[in-house]
């Protein structure tokens, strides 16, 4: 069993800063990407940045917050975090942690969510 958890959001005012933090537990034999999507109120659920685990760091940004948000990852620890900064009452949403991950070797990939965590920006 595959477990994600995730930390960090809260209140902030326009223009300040959270970091995020995801750790995924469990039975895990590799992963192959990890990423942050968000839903606010009545809107789809929507990628925000995504991390690959490949020889060279490949990461994708939503055109929304390039520039403002950069997604890292700790492999030893099976984590990734979200910092982002300037932000916007736009951002406010539920952010949600995934991972596309195997759990043994014979298992093909699947993808797994943690509970999310709410994120507000406002004055």
């Known amino acids: 069993q595959v477990r994600l958890v995730e930390s960090g959001g809260g209140l902030v005012q326009p223009g300040g800063s959270l970091r995020l933090s995801c750790a995924a537990s469990?039975?895990?034999?590799?992963?192959?990407?990890m990423g942050w999507y968000r839903q606010a109120p009545g809107l789809q659920r929507e990628l925000v940045a995504r991390?690959?685990?490949?020889?060279?760091?490949?990461?994708n940004y939503a055109d929304s917050v390039k520039g403002r948000f950069t997604i890292s990852r700790d492999s030893a620890k099976n984590t990734v975090y979200l910092q982002m900064n300037s932000l916007k009452p736009e951002d406010t949403a539920v952010y949600y942690c995934?991972?596309?991950?195997?759990?043994?070797?014979?298992?093909?990939?699947?993808?797994?969510w943690g509970q999310g965590t709410q994120v507000t920006v406002s004055s």
């Open positions: 469990g039975s895990i034999f590799s992963i192959n990407a």
């Open positions: 995934n991972a596309d991950l195997k759990s043994s070797w014979l298992d093909s990939s699947a993808a797994y």
């Open positions: 991390i690959l685990d490949s020889a060279v760091t490949v990461t």
